[in-house]
């Protein structure tokens, strides 16, 4: 239910800035953003903070007076986890890992604290809020003996999973006005991310009976699935066992520096 209650805040915060007395001075803005993506989940559940590869994007937004704005949004990032890299232990023995690259796409509200504008505010620096709703695409991927393979395509619990979800993003951030037209950004966003196969981990080792009949394919389930014994010696997965944590919903994070040049033929507001 709690998205259901995000969205509906979206869309009447939408409705209200539309519909504001200065909405027919509405101006767009261009930006491109850089920065680094990181993930919470089945193999990161404790560091919200960590930055695991890179992001950049682009948005299209609308400003319909200095504090309301409505921006449509691609991001790129690269997340990535390692077991054999984690400080505990039991992770270490699990050892499970995996790379995944993010494409989403969303729709955003802006919120500026102060009265800014890019084309003619009062303020030439302000803080932020944003949130809204988007799409991501993604498609985990492993390394084994040299070779990258594609996690989804194995079922490697067994079952088959989508490989887009619906997001929330929200997040926080400031904007400061360089001269009339030029805008230097930054800002962290978190996502919500309705699926928990961003890293492969959800649900529990796989029993036999969920296995390929083809031998090559089944022999490579097994592998994927349960990686312990490449470093014990002794495989730990056992079938129908919980193979990442509890949690529903794996999370992840941008957060980078941008840029914007606003469209802008008189001082609006």
């Known amino acids: 239910m709690k998205y259901k209650q995000t969205l509906l805040v979206i869309v009447l915060s939408t409705l209200f800035a539309i ?48 504090n309301w704005a409505l921006s449509l949004n691609y991001n790129f990032g690269k997340i990535k986890a390692d077991d054999a890299k984690s400080s505990n232990a039991s992770f270490r023995e699990r050892n499970l890992s995996f790379s995944n690259k993010l494409h989403e ?63 929330i993003p929200f997040g926080a951030g400031v904007k400061y006005r360089v001269s009339e037209r030029w805008s230097l950004m930054s800002n962290i966003g978190y996502r919500n991310a309705y699926t928990d196969y961003l890293d492969d981990v959800s649900g529990l080792y796989p029993d036999a009976s969920k296995l390929s009949s083809d031998p090559t394919i089944r022999q490579m389930q097994q592998i994927l699935s349960d990686r312990s014994g490449e470093v014990t010696g002794i495989y730990t997965g056992v079938p129908n066992t919980q193979r990442g944590d509890f949690r529903k919903r794996d999370t992840y994070m941008f957060v980078g520096i941008g840029i914007t040049y606003t469209f802008v033929s008189q001082k609006c507001f």
């Open 105 to 167: 796409f969303s729709l955003m509200v802006d919120f500026n604290f102060f009265d800014y504008f890019a084309g003619g505010g009062f303020s030439k620096f302000s803080p932020y809020l944003f949130a809204g709703v988007g799409g991501v695409i993604f498609k985990p991927k492993a390394i084994y003996q040299g070779k990258e393979y594609d996690l989804a395509s194995y079922y490697t619990e067994g079952a088959a999973y989508k490989t887009y979800a619906l997001t």
């Open 19 to 66: 519909n504001a007395p200065n909405a027919k001075a509405q101006v767009l803005e261009l930006g491109v953003q850089a920065g680094g993506a990181g993930y919470m989940g089945d193999l990161n559940p404790t560091q919200p903070l960590k930055i695991s590869g890179p992001s950049f994007g682009g948005f299209a937004k609308i400003n319909f007076d200095p």
